[in-house]
Structure formats: structure tokens, C-alpha cells
């Protein structure tokens, strides 16, 4: 698989965080303008009502018509205001009896009281306020319109301190946030460094210190595969240094033969020395067929076996019936039986066909001349037993003769010493076992291979 570039996990974070924080912060401006807004227009109105009702005091009513009268003086002390130009108008009906006529009158009137609303006055936005009626005359409408100057100093004062600490906070959650991160990773980092700095044969678990619970994982399983290839490797190692102690004393042999040979000026007696290096050739090859089948085998080097639905009942027959003429030369009555139907598992054939073969291989050598060796495959559960009726290998070597190398005293020459080693290889890769049991007269061997039940014959065995 191809890394993918995911990008820096801080990167990632900080989007994480800061787009909604910003989407908050965003929505959070729209809500203070509306709200600052609003309250300035609360702390401003009273003062623009309190003017308006000071103009109302002085609208008279005449007999003919109503009058407003108010000093050019007091006017300007009334409208003064340090920021905003304030306006009025005094109408009766659609008259304009004094102020500005410009001032736009209300879409709409206030239900009761004074009506306050918005509007603009000769190209800026005004706030207004409009009382319906004075003291003097019920059909009088005094406006008064002010420039929104202050409120809007109101509303931006209102605004920042409302934005401002929260942009701080993103700001400040930002920075904390990045720092973090480099804290927090900073045992990657050792983990990194400390794989790096390992040498390819030191395969012992990795050591960091204060590994947070995140990384741990990651730390277990490295160390999980250290610790597999260290099993592979000593496997390696030693089957290697075995190897070769074990070609050693067989080449050395080869050479004395080959070198009697050239010596021998006899040709009938050269012949000999040939026939001798025949075979002692021919051991060797075996032997080395032996070790390339065992490593071949290894469960811990082999990636995957795959294993199919077989026939065993047949694969042993097969086998078996290999095996005839050796029988025969020997003088042994090999025998078969077998059940019907047949027994299925799920196996590697070629795999399997060694595994017979050791076996059968090993009763007919170490078998008494004359003897009887019999394979015998049962269905329930599926195994494969291979008897002989020999010498009885003692209860303490039981064990022993399935390690590597190891052969039973007085042994013929010619063998290796790994046949039993392939076979248990052979079995763990199947998930079968092997036993090894005296037969019932306690005469021979029995070598008995039990075979997971396939699982295709569960089925049929147990309908649902
Ligand atoms: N059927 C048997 N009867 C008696 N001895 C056996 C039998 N099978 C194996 N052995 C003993 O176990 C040893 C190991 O067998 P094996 O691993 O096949 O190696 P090899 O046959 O090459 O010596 C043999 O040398 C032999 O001494
Ligand atoms: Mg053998």
C-alpha cells in the first residue's frame, strides 16, 4: 500500500478546531450588531423623547389656528448635542408649523405612546421619535429626528467587547492547540528515534519511556513483529550452523572416496570406489532434499499454505501403493485400509504426500525383514495412522526423535534425522497432530496424524 500524504495531524487539529469556532464566532458578530443595535437605540431614545416632549410645551392653541412658539435661543440649547444634529418638525395635519418638513412621518404609528423608528434624512440614517398630540392640541405631531453618530459609537464600543475576548480565545485555543500537539506527539518522536537508532540484529522490544495510551498499541505491535522476527531469525540462524555441521562430515566422506578412487590403479577395484561414491552421493542428496524440505516447511517462515478440500483416504492409497516395491524388495507385507466414504480435509497435497512418505519410509527402513506395515485412514475424526510391527522406540525418545537430528542409537546409516522433524512441520501446517503410541500387542509402532474435522462435513454431519 502506498502512503497516502494525510497531511500533519496538527494541520488536521487546527481545522478541526478552528472552523467552528470561527462559524460560531461568525454568527456571534450577526447577533451583536442586532443586539447593539438595540441598545443603544435604549439608552439614546429617552433623551430624544424628553426633547420631543419639551417642544410639545410649546405648541399653543389659538382660536383660528394652533402656534408654536419657541426662541431661536432656547431652540438651540434644546437641540444641542455634542455628536448627532437633532431635528424637529411641529404639524398639524399635513402642515408643517415649525421644524424642518423634510423629516419623514411614521409608516406606522406606535399603539400607544410615542412612535420610534428609523429613517434617513437628507442622505443619512436618522432615528426619529413622534408624539401624537401636546397639551395645547390632541392633533398635533411633534417629530424629532437625530443622526445615529453616538449610537453607532455605542453599538461598535458594544460590539468589540463582545468579539474581541472571543477572538482572543480562538487565537489563544489556537496556540495552545499547536503547542499541544507538539507535546503530545513528542513520544512518537522517541519511539522514531529509538527504532532508528536500533541496530537490524538487536530484536529485542523497544523501551520509551511514558508511551500515552494512543501510542501503545503501536509500541505493542512493533514489538510483536521484533519479537516474531527474532523467532525467525534464530530459526534461520541455527538451521543454517545445522546445515552445515550436518553436509560437513558427508563431503569429507565424498573425498576420501573420490580420492581412493584415483588412487586405485585396479579398474575393477576403481569401479568399486565408484559404486561407493554412488552411493554416498546419493545420501548426501537425500540429505540435502531433507533440509531444503525443512526449511520449506518451517511454520514460522512459511507465508501461506493453501489448503484445499482433498480426498486422504485416496492421497494414502496412492501413497501406499508407491511404496509396493520397496515392500517388496524388503520382504514386507504393506497394507492398506481404508474407510468408505471417503475421508475429505481440508490439506496441501503435496505437502501431505511427504508427510506419508516419512512415515512410511520410517517403517519400512527400521522395520524387522518379513514384518507387516499397515496405513490405516479413519473418518471419525480424520486421521491417519501408519503401524509397523519393528522394534519399539523407547517411551523416553517418544519425544525426542521428532526434533531435528536426532536418531535412535544404532540407527541404520542412510538416514538424516529430519523425516519426523517434516512431519510435525507438516502436521502444525494443517493444524493436525501427531502421536505416537506402542501398538495394542506391543509389538511396533503406531504413528497416528488426527486432522481437524473439514468443515464442509460438519455440515454434514449435523444438519441444521
Ligand atoms: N517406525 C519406526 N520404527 C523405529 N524407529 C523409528 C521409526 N520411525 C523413526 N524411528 C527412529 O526415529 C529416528 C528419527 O526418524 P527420522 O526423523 O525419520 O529420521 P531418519 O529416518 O532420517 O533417521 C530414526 O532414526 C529412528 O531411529
Ligand atoms: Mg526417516
Given at each position: 500500500m502506498r502512503p497516502v500524504d494525510a497531511g500533519t495531524l496538527r494541520a488536521s487539529l487546527l481545522r478541526w478546531l478552528l472552523v467552528p469556532l470561527s462559524i460560531v464566532l461568525l454568527i456571534d458578530v450577526v447577533g451583536s450588531v442586532v443586539v447593539a443595535r438595540k441598545l443603544s437605540d435604549r439608552v439614546y431614545d429617552g433623551e430624544l423623547l424628553e426633547i420631543a416632549r419639551e417642544l410639545a410645551l410649546h405648541v399653543h392653541a389659538g382660536a383660528t389656528r394652533t402656534t408654536f412658539d419657541l426662541e431661536k435661543d432656547a431652540e438651540r440649547t434644546l437641540l444641542l448635542d455634542q455628536y448627532d444634529r437633532v431635528d424637529y418638525a411641529v404639524r398639524a395635519g399635513a402642515d408643517t408649523i415649525a421644524g424642518d418638513a423634510s423629516i419623514p412621518p411614521p409608516v406606522r404609528n406606535a399603539r400607544s405612546g410615542p412612535t420610534f423608528y428609523d429613517a434617513s434624512l437628507d442622505g443619512q440614517s436618522v432615528r426619529i421619535v413622534q408624539i401624537d398630540?401636546?397639551?395645547?392640541?390632541?392633533?398635533?405631531?411633534?417629530?424629532?429626528?437625530?443622526?445615529?453618530?453616538?449610537?453607532?459609537?455605542?453599538?461598535?464600543?458594544?460590539?468589540?467587547?463582545?468579539?474581541?475576548?472571543?477572538?482572543?480565545?480562538i487565537v489563544i485555543a489556537g496556540l495552545a492547540l499547536w503547542a499541544g500537539v507538539a507535546r503530545g506527539l513528542a513520544p512518537l518522536a522517541n519511539l522514531q528515534q529509538a527504532v532508528a537508532a536500533r541496530s537490524h540484529v538487536d530484536l529485542s522490544p523497544i523501551e520509551v519511556p511514558q508511551v500515552p495510551a494512543e501510542v501503545r498499541p503501536l509500541l505493542t505491535s512493533i514489538n510483536d513483529l521484533m519479537a516474531r522476527l527474532s523467532e525467525i531469525l534464530a530459526y534461520q540462524t541455527r538451521f543454517i550452523a545445522d546445515a552445515a555441521h550436518q553436509l560437513r562430515t558427508p563431503v569429507a566422506g565424498l573425498k576420501a572416496h573420490v580420492e581412493v578412487a584415483l588412487r586405485e590403479d585396479d579398474p575393477i577395484?576403481?569401479?568399486?570406489?565408484?559404486?561407493?561414491?554412488?552411493?554416498?552421493?546419493?545420501?548426501?542428496?537425500?540429505l540435502v532434499a531433507q533440509l531444503l524440505s525443512l526449511a520449506r516447511n518451517e511454520p514460522t517462515t512459511v507465508r501461506h499454505v493453501e489448503l484445499a478440500p482433498l480426498d486422504l483416504s485416496k492421497l494414502a492409497f496412492d501413497v501406499t501403493m508407491d511404496w509396493v516395491p520397496?515392500?517388496?524388495?524388503?520382504?514386507?507385507?504393506?497394507?492398506?485400509?481404508?474407510?468408505?466414504?471417503?475421508?475429505?480435509?481440508d490439506g496441501d497435497a503435496p505437502r501431505l504426500t511427504e508427510l506419508?512418505?516419512?512415515?512410511?519410509?520410517?517403517?519400512?527402513?527400521?522395520?524387522?525383514?518379513?514384518?507387516?506395515?499397515?496405513?490405516?485412514?479413519?473418518?471419525?475424526?480424520?486421521r491417519l495412522s501408519v503401524s509397523d510391527d519393528g522394534p519399539l522406540i523407547p517411551v523416553e525418545e517418544r519425544e525426542r526423535?521428532?526434533?531435528?537430528?536426532?536418531?535412535?542409537?544404532?540407527?541404520?546409516?542412510?538416514?538424516?534425522?529430519?523425516?519426523?522433524?517434516?512431519?510435525?512441520?507438516?502436521?502444525?501446517?494443517?493444524?493436525?497432530?501427531?502421536?505416537?503410541?506402542?501398538?495394542?500387542?506391543?509389538?511396533?509402532?503406531?504413528?497416528?496424524?488426527?486432522?481437524?474435522?473439514h468443515r464442509k462435513a460438519v455440515h454434514a454431519n449435523h444438519p441444521a
Open positions: 398630540g401636546t397639551p395645547a392640541d390632541a392633533s398635533v405631531t411633534v417629530a424629532v429626528a437625530e443622526t445615529r453618530v453616538k449610537r453607532h459609537e455605542l453599538a461598535n464600543a458594544i460590539m468589540l467587547g463582545v468579539i474581541l475576548p472571543q477572538l482572543l480565545l577395484k576403481a569401479r568399486q570406489s565408484i559404486a561407493h561414491l554412488y552411493t554416498a552421493v546419493e545420501r548426501m542428496s537425500r520397496e515392500a517388496y524388495r524388503k520382504d514386507i507385507d504393506l497394507g492398506f485400509e481404508g474407510v468408505e466414504p471417503h475421508v475429505t480435509i506419508i512418505n516419512n512415515l512410511l519410509d520410517n517403517a519400512i527402513r527400521y522395520s524387522r525383514d518379513k514384518g507387516r506395515v499397515t496405513v490405516h485412514v479413519t473418518a471419525q475424526p480424520p526423535i521428532f526434533e531435528r537430528f536426532h536418531r535412535l542409537l544404532g540407527s541404520h546409516a542412510g538416514g538424516s534425522g529430519l523425516g519426523l522433524a517434516i512431519v510435525q512441520e507438516i502436521a502444525k501446517l494443517h493444524g493436525a497432530t501427531i502421536d505416537l503410541v506402542e501398538d495394542a500387542d506391543g509389538l511396533g509402532n503406531t504413528f497416528t496424524v488426527t486432522f481437524p474435522v
